[in-house]
Nanobody, 124 residues
Framework: QVQLVESGGGLVQAGGSLRLSCAAS????????MAWFRQAPGKEREFVAA????????DYADSVKGRFTISRDNAKNTVDLRMNSLKPEDTAVYYC?????????????????WGQGTQVTVSS
């Protein structure tokens, strides 16, 4: 089992920045993809960004490309999401997820391990 704990959410004005962090513990050996998803009220959970273990290959949803940056520290089993130029439509609960794979994926079904989520609220 892999346990994930997110931190760093909060309330910010439009145009502001936040940094989310996720720490993985438990059976974290081997290669795995780390990703961020988000879910707004009344909407399905959606992909935000992902980063691979080897080479740090990244993938971003079009809605956040150029504003968000995902990074990881393999030695510490952590992944960060730096969010700049935040918009009210970025308001959601953000979830960290892990998938034992070499390539990133945008599909929630491929991620067996999830954190409890952290709320991000962007005011206009």
């Amino acid at each position: 089992q892999v346990q994930l704990v997110e931190s760093g959410g909060g309330l910010v004005q439009a145009g502001g920045s936040l940094r989310l962090s996720c720490a993985a513990s438990g059976r974290t050996f081997g290669t795995y993809v780390m990703a961020w998803f988000r879910q707004a009220p009344g909407k399905e959970r959606e992909f935000v960004a992902a980063i691979s273990w080897i080479g740090g290959s990244t993938d971003y949803a079009d809605s956040v490309k150029g504003r968000f940056t995902i990074s990881r520290d393999n030695a510490k089993n952590t992944v960060d999401l730096r969010m700049n130029s935040l918009k009210p439509e970025d308001t959601a609960v953000y979830y960290c997820a892990v998938n034992r794979a070499l390539r990133t994926s945008r599909h929630t079904i491929e991620y067996p391990y999830w954190g409890q989520g952290t709320q991000v609220t962007v005011s206009s």
